[in-house]
């Protein structure tokens, strides 16, 4: 196979032709490589590739051709230099952490993030002497004033979950270099197909890639996206020693959701805009959060730093947890799942869920009131979603 740069093709193709070294067997898919380790021609080829002289693979903990394949893509379309793949998405905010963290640093993370990162940061980083705060996602001058001398970085998610509100990367980047700090971007809700966070001015893209990356709700993966320097230093010897590896076949199914992930997104982003639209018209909803509507608090900030506004939409029903339930359990078609990014549309209670965890003051703060409901929206046909919404309104 012709050794091609594809740094210079768009991203629909990055998506389906870039990471496939082909066999001398000519496959036109791109295999699975089930294999813990590999052999060497010799005990001095061996020691070579131990010690990293010589490159190749050594054992399917630190790389795996498979594995090796949906990182080259990913990099390629996230336009970093090097992307390394986790177990879960978990498993790469684990490793940043684990990476470039020491006891005593301290680490400024906005409050509307996955549950899971929040305790992550708060139970098990703070009980090695890591301190995290906590600040609004929209609010520029806290995230200024939260940075200590010992900050090492800024955390995000946009657009957040469940409320979809966006944060301006290329000014919290800014501010986070100013104060000598790096900007991690967890990229899940957006993924490289609508926002590429690098190129706004982040140094680090955070995915969980059991969510849009997949896009069919098949296995869970996370990867991490910077330059070689970060990755080489910092995350590449942890996940090495840390063993939080991505499986060949996940690898995969991943690669295969790629090769789809552009018009996926499309077609998520118009089901989305479509039903908040709709939603915004009934009259048990007293508040529609989806970044493409013009009620939404950024929504002109979405409109530059995006290409589409994101498949996720929550609503409020004026009716509390009683209600929302009530909606959730009249569905007949839509999953009720606290997974998202899938092509089937799912339905989530996050005070009871996503959030559960989270002390009343914390969710209070995050603004996930009891009558809130999420919806990713997935790929059915739009009337029929409705249909299904509308059986408990
Ligand atoms: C799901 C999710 C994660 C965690 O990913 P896993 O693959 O479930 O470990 C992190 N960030 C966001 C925004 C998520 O939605």
């Known amino acids: 196979m012709k050794d091609i740069d594809w740094s210079d093709y768009s991203l629909e193709t990055q998506a389906i032709r870039a990471g496939h070294r082909r066999t001398p067997e000519g496959e036109h ?10 052999v060497f021609n010799s005990a001095e080829e061996a020691s070579l590739r131990f ?5 190749g693979n050594v054992y399917s903990r630190f790389t795996n051709p498979t594995v090796t394949a949906f990182q080259e893509r990913l990099a390629l379309m996230e336009k970093g230099e090097r992307c390394l793949a986790f177990a879960s998405g978990m498993a790469a905010i684990m490793a940043v952490g684990m990476g470039i963290l020491k006891a005593g640093d301290h680490v400024v993370c906005s409050r509307g993030v996955f549950g899971n990162t929040v305790l992550l940061f708060q139970n098990y980083f703070g009980k090695f002497g890591v301190e ?29 979950n469940p409320l979809t509100e966006i944060a301006d990367i290329a000014e919290l980047a800014g501010i986070a270099h100013r104060h000598g700090c790096l ?10 197909a609508l926002q590429k966070p690098l190129t706004l001015g982040a140094d680090i893209v955070v995915h969980s890639a059991t969510k849009y990356l997949d896009g069919h709700g098949r296995c869970v993966g996370g990867a991490v996206v910077a330059n070689n320097e970060i990755i080489d230093k910092q ?29 996926r997104m499309k077609a998520h982003c118009d089901n989305a805009l479509a039903l908040a639209h709709w939603l915004e018209r009934q009259p048990g909803v007293a508040k529609v959060h989806h970044p493409g509507l013009s009620s939404h608090p950024q929504h002109a900030l979405a409109k530059t730093q995006q290409s589409h506004f994101g498949a996720i939409v929550s609503f409020e029903l004026a009716g509390g947890k009683e209600q929302a339930w009530k909606l959730i359990d009249a569905t007949q078609m839509i999953s009720i799942t ?14 009871t869920t996503t959030h559960g965890r989270l002390t009343p003051e914390a969710r209070a703060a995050a603004g996930i009131r009891d009558g809130l409901v999420r919806v990713s929206v997935g790929l059915e046909h739009i009337e029929d979603i409705k249909r299904d919404i509308n059986r408990g309104l």
């Open 235 to 263: 995350i590449y010897p942890y996940l090495r020693t840390g063993g939080a590896t991505m499986s060949p076949f996940n690898a995969w199914t991943f690669l295969s959701g790629l090769e789809s992930l552009a018009v």
């Open 51 to 55: 010690t990293g002289q010589l490159p």
């Open 132 to 160: 995290t705060d906590f600040v609004d996602l929209t609010d520029s001058a806290a995230w200024e004033a939260a940075i200590r001398p010992n900050t090492r970085f800024l955390f995000l998610e946009t657009p957040s």
């Open 183 to 192: 900007l991690v971007v967890d990229n899940c809700f957006c993924t490289p």
């Open 29 to 38: 898919s791109i295999p699975i490589f089930p294999t813990s380790s590999y």
């Open 338 to 351: 606290a997974n998202l990014g899938d092509v089937k549309t799912t339905i989530t209670h996050p005070a």
